[in-house]
T-cell receptor, first 112, second 109 residues
Framework: DAGVIQSPRHEVTEMGQEVTLRCKPI?????LFWYRQTMMRGLELLIY????????DSGMPEDRFSAKMPNASFSTLKIQPSEPRDSAVYFC??????????FGQGTRLTVV | GQQLNQSPQSMFIQEGEDVSMNCTSS?????WLWYKQDPGEGPVLLIA?????ELTSNGRLTAQFGITRKDSFLNISASIPSDVGIYFC?????????FGTGTRLKVLA
């Protein structure tokens, strides 16, 4: 298996633009997580899904952030409109019903 | 969001030295995990602990699940330059992983 695949690896956008981050979890994994990593706040859980259903989105910072999982093999995290303080590395992770989380390589987002 | 207290925050060590880091929580966890993150990559699992008191090794790495279920430690013996990176503990009450603040390790050759 190729592991958790995220795209793009790097994204630079202007403030106010819409940003969409993509994730393909490992096949057969029931859980999908979106994390944000910054120097100041470390790894923060934004939202997680179980069997494509959002279970806990209490970590989503604002209404500008939204996440979807239309099927078991794809999820998106959208920021609209983006702001400079959204600059961070965003990780997607998946894990099976019994097991640990496998992380993607992350998307480094820079909002200028 | 909630985070685990991890210490030290960073450390510089000489190649060949042993390293120890720990993680504490005010909550009880059923699982403790230790991850390593290399620059520009996502965290990768090193060791998973599932029972209080459990001591598990993976090569030069040894981790223990504290008896109180509120702490865990990770030891690295005879460090080498490729051990550089950020080490995270993660506690798992259910499926909402809670991560430590990370220990940034730098190894001086």
């Amino acid at each position: 298996d190729a592991g958790v695949i995220q795209s793009p690896r790097h994204e630079v956008t202007e403030m106010g633009q819409e940003v969409t981050l993509r994730c393909k979890p490992i096949s057969g994994h029931d859980y999908l997580f979106w994390y944000r990593q910054t120097m100041m706040r470390g790894l923060e859980l934004l939202i997680y899904f179980n069997n494509n259903v959002p279970i806990d989105d209490s970590g989503m910072p604002e209404d500008r952030f939204s996440a979807k999982m239309p099927n078991a093999s794809f999820s998106t995290l959208k920021i609209q409109p983006s702001e400079p303080r959204d600059s961070a590395v965003y990780f997607c992770a998946s894990n099976p019903d019994r097991g640990h989380a496998f992380f993607g390589q992350g998307t480094r987002l820079t909002v200028v | 969001g909630q985070q685990l207290n991890q210490s030290p925050q960073s450390m510089f060590i000489q190649e060949g030295e042993d390293v120890s880091m720990n993680c504490t929580s005010s909550s009880i966890f059923n699982t403790w995990l230790w991850y390593k993150q290399d620059p520009g990559e996502g965290p990768v699992l090193l060791i998973a602990l599932y029972k209080a008191g459990e001591l598990t090794s993976n090569g030069r790495l040894t981790a223990q699940f504290g008896i109180t279920r509120k702490d865990s430690f990770l030891n690295i013996s005879a460090s080498i330059p490729s051990d550089v990176g950020i080490y995270f503990c993660a506690g798992l009450p259910l499926y909402k992983y809670i991560f430590g603040t990370g220990t940034r390790l730098k190894v001086l050759a």
